[in-house]
């Protein structure tokens, strides 16, 4: 099993629509949960984290986070084209003592105009 | 937010040369940093934690001696690919973390990242 698994899409979502993207992760010590957005040859940005369970908000975009299901998700709400990118899930844990991120492989989010 | 900057962000070089790729944290202190491989259309890949002055941490499967990882400052590590082939052709990211207490409301574990350097190698 992956350390963090994420549907690879592509999910294409029309714009103005929510796109919900989701993450499960496999280590239930893990701390932090982490959503980064990739553009095509760029580096990661970060978009949100959350370290307790329940919702937060910010802006247009909503993480989800349940432990108990080893499960964080992702929804942006009115999707605008810009938002077409690759969506990382990355979880937090240790490695030799350091803080290391994990990352899934990411989903791939098209906006359709 | 920090700022991690890369460089180059690009580079092309023969097969069997060596190349240095920077990453600075501008105005933070990074005790930590992480070196990522990506190849197209795949996820980030951990290669090797770096904390500053001690030996860094690599993943399995990545080899140490030609992956040289140098750490000397507080501010910047370096990543070089001694004698690179064609298949180590990739997109390297830094990325530097602060040395936060965690367990508290401010300690996230968040990682800056440097602006990737894209490597060609011919």
């Known amino acids: 099993q992956k350390e963090v698994e994420q549907n690879s899409g592509p999910l294409s979502v029309p714009e103005g629509a929510i796109a919900s993207l989701n993450c499960t992760y496999s280590?239930?010590?893990?701390?932090?949960f982490f959503w980064y957005r990739q553009y095509s040859g760029k580096s990661p940005e970060l978009i949100m984290f959350?370290?307790?369970?329940g919702d937060k908000e910010d802006g247009r975009f909503t993480a989800q986070l349940n432990k108990a299901s080893q499960y964080v998700s992702l929804l942006i709400r009115d999707s605008q084209p810009s938002d077409s990118a690759t969506y990382l899930c990355?979880?937090?844990?240790?490695?030799?003592?350091?803080?290391?991120?994990?990352f899934g492989t990411g989903t791939r989010l098209t906006i359709i105009p | 937010g920090a700022v991690v900057s890369q460089h180059p962000s690009w580079v092309i070089c023969k097969s069997g040369t060596s190349v240095k790729i920077e990453c600075r944290s501008l105005?933070?202190?990074?005790?930590?940093m992480f070196w990522y491989r990506q190849f197209p259309k795949q996820s980030l890949m951990l290669m090797a934690t770096?904390?500053?002055?001690?030996?860094?941490?690599?993943e399995q499967g990545v080899e140490k001696d030609k992956f040289l990882i140098n750490h000397a400052s507080l501010t910047l590590s370096t990543l070089t690919v001694t004698s690179a082939h064609p298949e180590d052709s990739s997109f390297y990211i830094c990325?530097?973390?602060?040395?936060?207490?965690?367990?508290?409301?401010?300690?996230?574990?968040?990682?800056?990242f440097g602006e990737g350097s894209r490597l060609t190698v011919l």
């Open positions: 990325s530097a973390t602060t040395d936060l207490a965690p367990g508290t409301d401010h300690y996230t574990g968040e990682l800056f």
């Open positions: 280590d239930r010590g893990s701390q932090s």
């Open positions: 959350i370290y307790s369970n």
């Open positions: 990355a979880v937090n844990g240790y490695h030799f003592g350091n803080e290391k991120l994990t």
């Open positions: 105005d933070f202190q990074a005790t930590t």
């Open positions: 770096s904390n500053e002055g001690s030996k860094a941490t690599y």
